[in-house]
């Protein structure tokens, strides 16, 4: 029977790079693979060909055989045709059709077995919220919680069996983990429905847990909060999550800090802010004010003239960062409180007090007149 060229089949030159036939044969391989041809002769004969080729080509000592002497020089050295890739160039061809065997084809043309390795399954990670004070995040503070969560069973540790049992070997994948069928001319290994890829299934499941390894639990736990912690601070404590699966590792808890709305101060980033009223004789006048801060009262003297709105700045009177445990500052804002309810003789005090500064209180200034109008004509 004539045979073809193995070059010509890969589309590469005589003197092509191990790389240049790997990027060849993985070209043809992906293009004519029988999963993406169903039922095409033609695909799966090609698909063939470049598998014999570079099964060849790709092994120094039969390439250098075929090019001294062709298919009968490798047939001298007992080759009889591509019967699947040996040991030696099969993780070449795994990492080739790496997304087929991703996608379960990991036994095409019987050339080995596979089994699937089943790694127990590290357990659930849990959130909570917690809400605490302004105070309990500025200083630190140390909370109580409550889970109810998956812990592993006291009767089986685990082990999902009935103490005293053992398992069994699957019957339907004879133990392997795995199942294995005809699809075209190759062998695809599957993990096997009945155990998970196990080999093994339980008889015997343990009565207090049924089977599964692992019952809810309630639990309290005492979670210290770090002095610093802001609205959204999430904090992870290990292996205080739901337990592993046939005894794997606990999954951890992440606790979510949410601040109580305070009656007096905002907080943004690490400063604090509030809000105080005057009378309009103490702005005018200037004065001293206690002042309210997370440490105690402080006192902060208003000078004379002070508009309304203005804001001061206490420095350090604010909250300690998480990570630097510098302070932010508290910045107070004024508010001039008028009054509205004035007697005959604050009226008349107030005049005389308008008159002293030249201030008419019957005519408005006659400059800002003409600026509304000209705003509304």
Excluded at 266 to 278: A, F, H
Aim: proline share 4%.
């Amino acid at each position: 029977m004539t045979r073809k060229d193995y070059y010509e089949i890969l589309g590469v030159a005589q003197d092509a790079s191990a790389e240049e036939i790997k990027k060849a044969y993985r070209q043809m391989a992906l293009k004519y693979h029988p999963d993406r041809n169903p039922g095409n002769k033609e695909a799966e004969e090609k698909f063939k060909d470049a598998a014999e080729a570079y099964s060849v080509l790709i092994d120094p000592q039969k390439r250098s055989v075929y090019d001294q002497f062709g298919y009968d020089g490798l047939r001298g050295e007992g080759y009889t045709g591509f019967t699947g890739f040996n040991s030696s160039i099969f993780e070449d061809f795994e990492d080739i059709l790496g997304d087929f065997f991703n996608l379960g084809f990991g036994d095409l043309f019987g050339t080995r077995q596979r089994r699937r390795a089943y790694y127990p399954q590290k357990g659930r990670d849990l959130a909570l919220e917690l809400e605490v004070s302004l105070e309990e995040a500025a200083f630190g503070t140390e909370s109580e919680i409550k889970l109810n969560r998956l812990d592993i069973c006291p009767v089986c540790n685990g082990s999902k069996l009935q103490p005293g049992t053992q398992q069994s070997t699957c019957q339907n994948c004879q133990g392997r983990g795995q199942v294995r069928y005809q699809q075209g001319f190759f062998t695809i290994s599957r993990t096997c429905s009945h155990c998970g890829g196990l080999g093994q299934i339980i008889t015997t499941p343990c009565l207090e847990c049924r089977g599964s390894g692992r019952i809810k639990k309630k639990k309290t736990l005492k979670v210290k909060i770090p002095a610093g912690v802001d609205n959204g601070t999430k904090l992870r404590i290990a292996e205080e999550g739901e337990a592993g699966d046939w005894g794997a590792a606990k999954g951890d808890l992440y606790v979510i800090i949410r601040i109580k709305k305070h009656d007096i101060f905002e907080r943004e980033d690490n400063n604090l802010y509030c809000q105080i009223s005057i009378p309009f004789t103490h702005a005018a006048l200037g004065t001293s004010v206690k002042i309210p801060t997370l440490e105690g009262p402080e006192m902060l003297k208003i000078p004379a003239g002070t508009q309304p709105e203005e804001i001061f700045r206490l420095k350090g009177k604010g909250i300690a960062s998480l990570e630097s445990r510098r302070k932010g500052d508290l910045f107070v804002k004024i508010n001039v409180k008028i009054p509205k309810n004035l007697t005959k003789e604050e009226r008349e005090l107030l005049r005389k007090f308008a008159e002293s500064r030249g201030e008419d209180l019957e005519i408005l200034d006659k400059n800002l007149i003409d600026k509304v109008k000209d705003i509304f004509h």
